[in-house]
């Protein structure tokens, strides 16, 4: 009998800690978060950290995506957040729309580009608009911006990185870039690209600068600073120069959600805005 009602003893426990599991399981909200691949890590990382806070919440952010599929999925249903890094297109607009639902859009920080050349083009510094001007074709050889007298070669992403190359076009340039600009995959391939062709010029995130080595250990590779203006000093790309802005070359990350959405979806936005962007750890 003993044995009998140790067995059943245990057998409740059992049954017990199971009910209390699956009523837990149960009670927990799970955010799925979908968009730009490019803050996915810094995302990933500060979800973490809030379900230590809330553990009862599950951070589910999707790895390999890109910005406007993620905020179609909001739209749709199909995500409860969607990273986003630029303001959405007019065709997503139009979607949310004709869907009768309603975007709320929250800005949680700010990415620097850094802009790259081969180090043969002996120049200093550059502006905004001598950016934008050899970008789209306006300039053409180093020698109008202070550097050596050699042809510019412009090196761009595809759309492997439709987030960077829509903001420099659309936000940025407010042009597409030259079609004689040389197309590739990644921002390391950007890297090894300049490294490798003399005059040439391209661009990268801030990330490839502060935590990564891919720039720093290339003596090919000349990081340019950046300035307003010509009678402004340039100023090199870092956490601290785009976090206040002196840098002058920085762009928005945003996150949207419905105007329905459940409190733990907005409280997770409101952890991310106070934590605000910066490296991928902390």
């Given at each position: 009998m003993k044995r009998h009602a140790v067995f059943f003893g245990v057998l409740l426990i059992i049954v017990s800690a199971?009910?209390?599991l699956a009523q837990t399981q149960d009670q927990q909200t799970v955010i799925r978060v979908s968009g730009a691949d490019s803050m996915f890590y810094r995302v990933k990382l500060l979800g973490r950290l809030f379900q230590k806070i809330h553990p009862l919440v599950n951070i589910d952010v999707s790895q390999g995506g890109t910005m406007d599929p993620g905020i179609?999925?909001?739209i749709n249903g199909e995500a409860d957040m969607g990273m986003a890094s630029c303001v959405i297109n007019e065709g997503e607009d139009k979607l949310a729309v004709s869907k009768g639902v309603k975007l709320v859009e929250r800005l949680i920080g700010y990415g620097g580009i850094t802009i790259i050349a081969n180090a043969s083009t002996g120049?200093?510094?550059?502006?905004?608009?001598e950016v934008k001007k050899i970008f789209v074709g306006q300039i053409t050889n180093w020698k109008q911006v202070g550097g050596t007298d050699m042809p510019i070669k412009v090196i761009r992403t595809d759309e492997t990185h439709p987030g960077t190359l829509l903001f420099l076009q659309r936000d940025f340039?407010?042009?597409?870039?030259i079609a004689q600009a040389t197309v590739v995959s990644s921002f390391p391939g950007v890297v090894a690209t300049v490294a490798d062709s003399p005059?040439?010029?391209?661009?990268?995130r801030i990330r490839e600068v502060t935590e990564s080595a891919v720039v720093r250990d290339n003596p090919r590779v000349k990081v340019i600073p950046l300035a307003r203006s010509k009678s402004a000093i340039p100023v090199y790309p870092s956490r601290e120069t785009?976090?206040?802005h002196s840098y002058p070359l920085v762009r928005p990350y945003f996150v949207?959600?419905?105007a329905t959405a459940p409190k733990a979806t907005v409280q997770f936005t409101d952890f991310l805005v106070?934590?605000?962007?910066?490296p991928q750890d902390l």
């Open positions: 199971v009910s209390s179609r999925a909001v120049v200093k510094g550059l502006t905004l608009d340039m407010q042009a597409p870039f005059g040439s010029i391209g661009y990268v785009v976090a206040d949207y959600y419905l106070k934590k605000g962007w910066g």
